[in-house]
């Protein structure tokens, strides 16, 4: 269970400033003295890191579902010679920075928050997709001779066998591109999606340091949050699935 501390700990904090930061409005006066309102009130923190991490969520849902099925196709001997193709295509969306998209989607998508999702979810792809093909590709032949030799079909070797040991590094891939994508969301603020970047945009445009603080605090919590979660995750999934597929080999 101690492994579930610190993610319990990090989401305790972010929502206990999420809901209480006009408690700490002496201090934001003390930083930003020149300016009468330093609690950005225009929309509840709360429902802006909800509308985030829905955001973060189905992208990353999105595009962990198109990467790892993209590499699970590549690393099968029917979709071998379509490897390159597939690792270009997912680079194609890190090629160009989120604000190119942006630029690109919204005369199509309109403004809100359909061009960032897919700013998002274009951005995220590479880090699952490589990860995938590392995980896939890094198995002992052996574990897939031993599954085949227990008379499994393909199908149960990927899932029974090949997936359990390549979960740790397509999760690793996931905590990589969710947390980028984290960071990547804020900027959704300027084309009128809600993020916990609304503070921080309306802080540089106002001059008020504080409006920044507030929004990049919550940015980093929800980061350090999500960090530690799949951490926990992939400690997890190596407890209960390495050494029930390791026994396969024996």
């Known amino acids: 269970m101690r492994i579930w501390l610190p993610p319990a700990l990090f989401a305790a904090l972010l929502f206990g400033l999420s809901v209480g930061m006009p408690v700490l409005e002496p201090l934001f006066q003390w930083l930003q003295p020149d300016k009468q309102r330093v609690v950005y009130e225009r929309e509840s923190f709360l429902f802006l890191l909800q509308n985030h991490l829905l955001?973060?969520?189905?992208?990353?849902?999105?595009?962990?579902?198109?990467a790892v099925a993209g590499g699970i196709f590549a690393t099968r001997p029917s979709g071998r010679d379509f490897l390159p193709l597939v690792s270009q295509v997912a680079s194609i969306g890190q090629t160009f920075p989120p604000v190119a998209v942006l630029a690109l989607a919204v005369p199509v998508l309109g403004f809100g928050e359909a061009p960032i999702l897919v700013a998002l979810i274009l951005y995220g792809l590479l880090p699952i997709l490589r990860n995938t093909l590392a995980g896939l590709e890094g198995i002992d032949p052996t574990v897939r001779e031993a599954a085949r030799g227990m008379g499994m079909s393909s199908g149960h070797v990927l899932f029974r066998a090949e997936l359990p040991l390549a979960g740790r590094v397509?999760?690793?891939?996931?905590?990589?591109?969710?947390?980028?994508?984290?960071?990547?969301a804020a900027i959704g603020s300027t084309i009128g999606a809600r993020t916990l970047g609304d503070p921080v945009i309306a802080g540089l445009v106002n001059g008020n340091t504080a409006y920044v603080l507030q929004g990049a605090i919550l940015i980093g919590l929800l980061a350090l949050t999500t960090d530690s979660l799949f951490e926990a995750l992939e400690r997890t999934w190596d407890r209960r699935f390495s050494p029930q597929v390791a026994t396969m080999s024996l």
């Not at 955001?55 to 198109?66: M, R």
């Not at 397509?170 to 990547?184: C, K, M």
């Open 55 to 66: 955001l973060v969520a189905v992208s990353a849902a999105v595009g962990t579902f198109v």
């Open 170 to 184: 397509i999760l690793a891939g996931i905590r990589t591109s969710v947390t980028i994508n984290i960071a990547t």
